[in-house]
């Protein structure tokens, strides 16, 4: 069955941290990566997606996330948070069609 | 392009109204997809179309939520009768067919709240 795995529920870090958010896949076929940023009382946003090529994709605001197929995973990373990357993140996964398949979330809470 | 638009964006409600949701996706966009969210089940599916068709309603919770498409610019989410189980935020996402990576793209979502 397809599915996505985000390890971390709730995560609290101190500015200037380093953030790792896991996320693991189960999906047959090619695949289509994405992680989506939910700021407070906003909708979800787009961050990065991974769809071909380099398996290290950059997005917005200073994330990154690593796609290794061999482990089935598509971790988010970025070296130094701020307290306005305060935020719930979902990671999700698409194949061959349109409809993707979400996470369950983990909530990011930078202390100043 | 002004994104996906939903209204309203909060609505108040008494147990055993109805409720209608609307979205209006991305012009262009030939894929409509209705979400919810809770805290306790985080986002789920309701219900997605392809050019205006159902393709996937597996997620609709019961027979209470009907979900319409009658023209590419437009869509409803019905609630008949509401419950306070209900109370959720609502999203509709839109994306294209034909891109190569199939992103979604979320409206700002509707807060319901049923009393």
């Known amino acids: 069955a397809q599915s996505v795995s985000q390890h971390n529920h709730h995560v609290i870090l101190s500015e200037a941290a380093s953030l790792e958010l896991g996320c693991n896949y189960s999906?047959?076929?090619?695949?289509?990566l994405f992680w989506y940023v939910q700021y407070p009382g906003q909708h979800l946003q787009l961050l990065l997606k991974?769809?071909?090529?380099?398996?290290l994709v950059k997005g917005i605001k200073g994330f990154e996330a690593e796609f290794i197929k061999s482990k089935f995973s598509f971790n988010l990373r970025k070296p130094s948070v701020q307290w306005s990357d305060t935020a719930e993140y979902f990671c999700?996964?698409?194949?061959?069609?349109?409809?993707?398949?979400f996470g369950t979330g983990t909530l990011l809470a930078v202390q100043p | 392009d002004a994104g996906v638009i939903q209204s309203p964006r909060h609505e108040v409600t008494e147990m055993g109204q109805e409720v209608t949701l609307r979205c209006k996706p991305i012009?262009?966009?030939?894929?409509l997809f209705w979400y919810r969210q809770t805290m306790m089940r985080g986002l789920e599916l309701l219900i997605y179309?392809?050019?205006?068709?159902?393709?996937?309603d597996s997620g609709m919770p019961e027979d209470r939520f009907s979900a319409k498409m009658p023209n590419a610019s437009f869509s409803t989410l019905k609630i008949q009768p509401s419950e306070p189980r209900d109370s959720a935020v609502y999203f509709c996402?839109?994306?294209?067919?034909?891109?190569?990576?199939?992103?979604?793209?979320f409206g700002p979502g509707t807060r319901l709240t049923v009393t």
């Open positions: 999700a996964v698409g194949g061959a069609t349109n409809k993707l398949i």
């Open positions: 991974y769809f071909s090529g380099d398996p």
């Open positions: 012009s262009g966009h030939d894929y």
């Open positions: 996402a839109s994306s294209r067919s034909g891109s190569a990576t199939y992103e979604q793209y």
């Open positions: 999906y047959g076929g090619t695949v289509n």
């Open positions: 179309f392809n050019n205006n068709v159902p393709i996937d």
